[in-house]
Each structure stands twice: as structure tokens, then as C-alpha cells.
């Protein structure tokens, strides 16, 4: 039902998803060590959406018929200069996620894969969002760093995330 090409795209996107949540996770840690755990929430978090998201492309590709070939993670970067640093990382990483899936869904379009492109409509949108969140967070992140009140305030407002799985498509 899927083609080959379009399977390994989607393989390979899930460990891209699975190296983010590792990737996130490695952030998350970094802040734990500062103890700013509300921050450090928030990338916990992120992790936890990521995984998610590898689930969701996993069995979307078992529902078409699509071999799934779990793909080698890297071991994500665990020194960071900064709190600064961190966020432009998450930004720059969520842009790169964006251009795969963007990508996947160019060749769906290509092959006439409309199951495809319709299940990955759903990831669009969260990129757009996702996207949007980090770029805010940098600069809230650049507004607060040298001040220590603002950064307390903005920890405590990263403690309030949840992790919301997504309902089922």
C-alpha cells in the first residue's frame, strides 16, 4: 500500500523523532543540574511529545502495510554554553524536523500518496506550532537570563507544562 521510498522516509523520521526526545532529554538534564526544574519540565516534557510522535509514525506505517526498520540514534550533545544556547538549539532542531516532514509529504504528493500526505497533515500543523512555541522561548530565554527574579518567574511558568498525549486519528 505504501511505496518503498515513502516507508524508509517515514522510518527514518521516527528516529529523527526518537534522537529529539533523547535530544530534549539531554536538555532537560543540563537544567536539572542548574536547578531550574520548571525549565527543566518543559524539556522533559518536549522528550515525551517526541517519543510520541515516533509512536504515532510507527503505527501509521504498520497500518499501510509499510516495513518498519528501526534506524540507530545518535548519542545527542549533553554540553551546552547556556540556557540561551539550549533554546536557539531547540529552534534550530524543531526547523530541521520541519523541512523532513516537509519532505516526506513532497514525495507523498509526488507519488499521489494521499494516505500519507493526509496522516502527516497532522504533523504539519504541530510543527507550526512547535515552531512557534520555541522561537517565543527564545526570546523570553534572552529577555530573562541576567536577571535572576525574571528567570525564577520564567522557571516556574515552564513547571506548569503537561505531557497531553494525542487522541488517536
Not at 511529545?49 to 503505527?59: I, S
Not at 539550549?86 to 500518496?113: C, M, P, Q, Y
Not at 500526505?117 to 529577555?143: G, R
Request: proline share 2%.
Amino acid at each position: 500500500m505504501i511505496s518503498e521510498k515513502i516507508a524508509t522516509l517515514i522510518n527514518e523520521q521516527i528516529a529523527h523523532e526518537q534522537y529529539a526526545a533523547q535530544y530534549y532529554l539531554s536538555m532537560s538534564a543540563w537544567f536539572s543540574g542548574k536547578d531550574l526544574d520548571g525549565i527543566a519540565n518543559y524539556f522533559r516534557v518536549q522528550s515525551k511529545e517526541e517519543l510520541m510522535h515516533a509512536d504515532k509514525m510507527f503505527d501509521f506505517l504498520n497500518d499501510v502495510g509499510g516495513e518498519i526498520i528501526i534506524g540507530e540514534i545518535a548519542k545527542p550533545p549533553h554540553e551546552f554554553e547556556n540556557a540561551t544556547d539550549i533554546f536557539e538549539k531547540a529552534l534550530e532542531h524543531e526547523k530541521k524536523v520541519t523541512r523532513s516532514i516537509f519532505n516526506i509529504v513532497k514525495n507523498a504528493n509526488d507519488e499521489g500518496d494521499f494516505a500519507t500526505t493526509s496522516f502527516m497533515q497532522w504533523f504539519i500543523n504541530e510543527q507550526v506550532e512547535e515552531e512557534a512555541s520555541a522561537s517565543q522561548y527564545v526570546t523570553k530565554i534572552k529577555m530573562v537570563c541576567d536577571n535572576p527574579s525574571a528567570l525564577y518567574l520564567f522557571d516556574q511558568e515552564l513547571s506548569q507544562r503537561v505531557f497531553v498525549p494525542a487522541a488517536k486519528a
